[in-house]
């Protein structure tokens, strides 16, 4: 399930605070990097979708 820019955003800063702060035990780390990998990917994906939307936006005017 994708969700919207900001709030993978949040969920980001989340998981990189309890790493910080040492909150998360082994297990826990493993499934939040592979978490956060999911979250960095659409959010890239996110991005460049944007930028090519006003690139084309840009050369049509």
Same mark, same amino acid.
């Given at each position: 399930? $994708?969700?919207?820019?900001? $709030?993978?955003?949040?969920? +980001?800063? $989340?998981?990189? =605070?309890?790493?910080?702060?040492?909150? +998360?035990?082994?297990?826990?780390?493993?499934?939040?990097?592979?978490?956060?990998?999911? +979250?960095?990917?659409?959010?890239?994906? =996110? +991005?460049?979708?944007?930028? $090519?939307?006003?690139? =084309?936006?840009?050369?049509?005017?």
């Amino acid at each position: 399930m $994708e969700v919207k820019y900001e $709030e993978a955003v949040r969920q +980001l800063e $989340e998981i990189v =605070r309890q790493m910080e702060n040492d909150e +998360l035990d082994i297990d826990q780390m493993s499934a939040k990097l592979k978490k956060a990998k999911q +979250l960095i990917k659409q959010c890239k994906d =996110r +991005l460049t979708k944007t930028d $090519e939307e006003i690139r =084309r936006i840009l050369a049509d005017q």
